[in-house]
């Protein structure tokens, strides 16, 4: 009798652990579909990387990933929708340098880039091309800006929207040339690039990505990269720092989740997007889109994100951009 007590214990906590889910199970993951945020329209870099990311992730997760165009203030509206979804790693985000360029150029902004987001990877890293439409008279950045001062209130630039890199490069352009441009924001590069070949704007610094394929085809003219060194996919095409030392952005992609997931769902993220962006026919297109495959694990991811704040807060400071969106 005196072991009773023990036997009816044990029995109870097995019948308990039979009726509780296993840790491992309750905690699985992907348990259902994934959503990827694109905060940019449809057809720019962010959304056609987006997109060769997420039908390889599909596979390897065993779970749809659908890609969520959420557009809008520069990526913002997409970005504060991805910072309050639930922490449980079936909402990931994939944009661009913008979000750094907002910390500084939107006074107010609903959710914090560094305290509302786990960084998971950089993945790559492309040149904005100032392009032109080719019934624009000038066939280099002089000759553009030529035309630019003999026009009044000066010619017009499009932009994936405020607060983007495509739109800090051409503040940075009016600051060095002294000369008058108005900008005219997109809702993402897919947009802008639509503008650009309508001839509805002059010209625009485009991701090489977006650019090329109308490069190439003669539809759009490029007069130049804002990479301090030229870029292979654009043989002959000259760098804005060759006209105005010191010139230089670019636009990058990454990735992040909400902050506050568990470290098993961010180590199966990073594996999961180290294997894709690995993988031969990504690493291809990569290079064919003008692009360069640079893999940044989070640690090292969140290191350079707080660099690239302070660098892109001088950026705007000198350049006296404002965010009108």
Not at 29 to 40: A, D
Not at 122 to 140: G, I, M, Q, R, Y
Not at 175 to 195: D, N, R
Not at 297 to 323: H, N
């Amino acid at each position: 009798m005196a072991h009773r007590p023990s036997a009816l214990l044990a029995t109870a906590l097995a019948l308990v652990a039979i009726a509780l889910p296993d840790p491992a199970h309750a905690q699985a993951f992907p348990s259902r579909p994934v959503r990827m945020v694109v905060p940019f329209a449809p057809g720019g870099g962010t959304d056609i990387i987006g997109r060769q990311f997420a039908a390889r992730l599909t596979e390897a997760l065993g779970q749809p990933v659908a890609v969520d165009n959420r557009a809008g203030a520069g990526g913002n509206v997409g970005a504060e929708i991805a910072a309050k979804s639930p922490p449980d790693g079936h909402t990931i985000m994939f944009s661009t340098n913008s979000l750094v360029v907002n910390v500084s150029l939107y006074p107010k902004l609903n959710y914090s880039l560094l305290n509302d987001f786990q960084p998971v990877s950089f993945l790559a890293s492309s040149p904005l091309v100032l392009t032109a439409h080719p019934l624009v008279p000038a066939k280099s950045v002089k000759e553009l800006v030529a035309l630019s001062k003999k026009r009044r209130g000066g010619l017009n630039f499009g932009s994936n929207g405020t607060g983007t890199t495509s739109h800090l490069s051409g503040e940075l352009f009016k600051l060095s040339a002294g000369i008058e441009l108005t900008h005219i924001p997109y809702k993402g590069a897919g947009a802008v690039i639509a503008a650009l070949l309508a001839g509805e704007v002059d010209m625009g610094f485009n991701a090489s990505i977006s650019a090329l394929p109308h490069v190439r085809s003669g539809k759009l003219r490029a007069l130049a990269v804002t990479t301090a060194r030229p870029a292979a996919a654009l043989p002959g095409v000259p760098t804005m720092a060759s006209v105005f030392p010191g010139f230089e952005t670019d636009i990058w992609y990454g990735a992040w989740l909400p902050v506050g997931v568990a470290r098993p769902v961010l180590d199966r993220w990073v594996e999961e997007l180290r294997r894709v962006h690995s993988h031969p026919d990504v690493r291809a297109a990569f290079e064919r889109d003008g692009a360069d495959a640079i893999f940044m694990p989070p640690v090292e991811f969140a290191a350079f994100l707080r660099k690239e704040v302070a660098k892109y807060a001088d950026v705007v400071k000198r350049s006296g951009a404002r965010a009108t969106d």
